[in-house]
């Protein structure tokens, strides 16, 4: 399967703060990234899907403007928390792939 | 109704015995089932995917799907310490012009010594 890395792994921050997450795909050209949060003992909830070289589409209930997504490249997704608040803390993960997705190691924010 | 469901558990399990973990879904258009693997503070690991109707082996893993019934079953034969963590059901609508997949709440796994 595709090999993913995130960066970071584990983020603490300061409430109003903004914080860059970084999805990298290692060995798989990825035209579509997805973007997951996942708070303590639920599932994982989709928030948008990052479309290279064009607008992320956003769930619904999902600020677009809160979480900017980028997808420069073919290897690159980065999502961006703004005015990050203590309720924005979550488990946020990537995944990559074709019919089969393959997630990132995860990275946990922390807003104090 | 929610799209995917599981039941939340805990299921736990005697080692060495069959582990049984179920999960339905409403979307009668579902064409691809997916089970992933979390461990506590890491993200999900897929373990099988299962297309067609009928059992999908892998190792200790088998994956049944229902269409009719609209269900999709893992069974994990010779349980293991190691697989205690939450199994995810994960399934995806073909025809839209896109790859979401939709997750259930998961089924949280504990394997008895």
């Known amino acids: 399967g595709a090999v993913v890395s995130q960066h970071p792994s584990r983020v603490i921050c300061k409430s109003g703060t903004s914080v860059k997450i970084e999805c990298r795909s290692l060995?798989?050209?990825?035209?579509?990234m997805f973007w997951y949060r996942q708070f303590p003992k639920q599932s994982l909830m989709l928030m948008a899907t990052?479309?290279?070289?064009?607008?992320?589409?956003?769930e619904q209930g999902v600020e677009k403007d809160k979480f900017l997504i980028n997808h420069a490249s073919l290897t690159l997704s980065t999502l961006t928390v703004t005015s990050a608040h203590p309720e924005d803390s979550s488990f946020y993960i990537c995944?990559?792939?074709?019919?089969?997705?393959?997630f990132g190691p995860g990275t946990r924010l922390t807003v104090l | 109704q929610k799209e995917v469901e599981q039941n939340s558990g805990p299921l736990s399990v005697p080692e060495g015995a069959i582990a049984s973990l179920n999960c339905t879904y409403s979307d009668r258009g579902s064409q691809s089932f997916f089970w992933y693997r979390q461990y506590s503070g890491k993200s999900p690991e897929l373990i099988m995917s299962?297309?067609?109707?009928g059992d999908k082996e892998d190792g200790r893993f088998t994956a049944q799907l229902n269409k009719a019934s609209q269900y999709v079953s893992l069974l994990i034969r010779d349980s293991q310490p190691s697989d205690s963590a939450t199994y995810l059901c994960?399934?995806?609508?073909?025809?839209?012009?896109?790859?979401?997949?939709?997750f259930g709440t998961g089924t949280r796994l504990t394997i008895i010594p």
């Open positions: 995944s990559v792939g074709g019919n089969e997705q393959f």
């Open positions: 990052s479309n290279e070289g064009s607008k992320a589409t956003y």
């Open positions: 994960a399934v995806r609508v073909l025809g839209f012009g896109n790859e979401k997949l939709t």
């Open positions: 060995d798989f050209q990825a035209t579509t």
């Open positions: 299962i297309y067609s109707n």
